[in-house]
């Protein structure tokens, strides 16, 4: 099974930006899925960005289209989240997700490994 740490989330001004990481460790074949979720409090955790390490295109969530970019390394085992032009709805905790699988929906059900969390706080 993989293992996934978050790291990188804090604090922004609107209109700024941060980048998350989530660095995979255990079994992390050369294709699998991983995600970014975020959940603030009080409402449902939602699908922000999920890519398949095989090869394909990213799907974003359309609240972060034009604004975040989901990515990785070379080494298929380190995610990453840019997050740019920031707003204070973006604030909430964000979580990253893998399944084993060839298929990235932006449906948490369908992910069986997740980190702990990592807090974003955007400020207006």
């Known amino acids: 099974q993989v293992q996934v740490v978050e790291s990188g989330g804090g604090s922004a001004q609107a209109g700024g930006s941060l980048r998350l990481s989530c660095a995979a460790s255990?079994?992390?074949?050369?294709?699998?899925?991983m995600a970014w979720f975020r959940q603030a409090p009080g409402k449902e955790r939602e699908g922000v960005a999920a890519?398949?390490?095989?090869?394909?295109?990213?799907v974003y969530a359309d609240s972060v289209k034009g604004r975040f970019t989901i990515s990785e390394d070379n080494a298929k085992t380190t995610l990453y989240l840019q997050m740019n032009s920031l707003k204070p709805e973006d604030s909430a905790m964000y979580y990253c997700?893998?399944?084993?699988?060839?298929?990235?929906?932006?449906?948490?059900?369908?992910?069986?490994?997740w980190g702990q969390g990592t807090q974003v706080t955007v400020s207006s």
């Open positions: 997700a893998a399944a084993y699988r060839n298929a990235c929906p932006l449906r948490s059900w369908v992910y069986d490994y």
């Open positions: 890519i398949y390490t095989g090869g394909g295109s990213p």
């Open positions: 255990g079994y992390t074949p050369s294709s699998y899925c």
